[in-house]
């Protein structure tokens, strides 16, 4: 089980789905911050004076964290974020949910996908993809890897 958890190439592809799905997600996000801070607002769980702050920071993070995570740069702390993100993000769909609302989630910008158990299997997927890199954060890929002594043996 540890060779297929340490298998280089699962680590790149989880990197790669789980940063792309972030800033899929962000650059829509960041394209509208006003539909954001709507769809935000949807949820009534953020004080109203919060919400142009978190349409204009969050979708940034999401970005950032989403290229750096697919670039291999700092792995453990990118895949902190992005499954803080997520729970934040779980959080939210499953109360709107449980309250009955029926809402947009905001997820992906100009996509209608209503809160429910099928985006917290989603977002719980994605949660479990960064508590995997947490725990095994392999360099090898990665921009942190390049001119490494230890890239050029292969041992990264």
């Given at each position: 089980m540890k060779n297929i958890l340490e298998?280089?190439?699962?680590?790149?592809?989880?990197?790669?789905?789980?940063?792309?799905?972030?800033?899929?997600?962000?650059?829509?996000?960041?394209?509208?911050?006003?539909?954001f801070a709507k769809e935000i607002g949807n949820y009534h769980m953020v004080p109203y004076s919060l919400l142009n702050i978190m349409s204009l920071t969050m979708p940034w993070i999401e970005i950032i964290s989403g290229i750096l995570l697919?670039?291999?740069?700092?792995?453990?702390?990118?895949?902190t974020i992005i499954g803080v993100l997520l729970i934040i993000?779980?959080?939210?769909?499953?109360?709107?949910?449980?309250?009955g609302l029926k809402i947009n989630c905001g997820c992906f910008a100009g996509k209608v996908e209503e809160v429910g158990w099928r985006k917290i299997i989603e977002n719980t997927s994605?949660?479990?993809?960064?508590?995997?890199?947490?725990?095994?954060?392999?360099q090898k890929f990665s921009v942190e890897?390049?001119?490494?002594?230890?890239?050029?043996?292969?041992?990264?």
């Amino acid at each position: 089980m540890k060779n297929i958890l340490e298998n280089q190439y699962l680590n790149l592809a989880v990197r790669l789905v789980v940063g792309f799905l972030f800033v899929y997600a962000g650059i829509g996000k960041a394209a509208d911050p006003n539909l954001f801070a709507k769809e935000i607002g949807n949820y009534h769980m953020v004080p109203y004076s919060l919400l142009n702050i978190m349409s204009l920071t969050m979708p940034w993070i999401e970005i950032i964290s989403g290229i750096l995570l697919m670039s291999g740069v700092r792995i453990k702390a990118n895949a902190t974020i992005i499954g803080v993100l997520l729970i934040i993000f779980i959080a939210a769909v499953g109360s709107a949910w449980a309250r009955g609302l029926k809402i947009n989630c905001g997820c992906f910008a100009g996509k209608v996908e209503e809160v429910g158990w099928r985006k917290i299997i989603e977002n719980t997927s994605s949660l479990i993809g960064c508590i995997y890199l947490y725990f095994y954060p392999v360099q090898k890929f990665s921009v942190e890897n390049l001119g490494s002594p230890k890239s050029e043996l292969g041992n990264a």
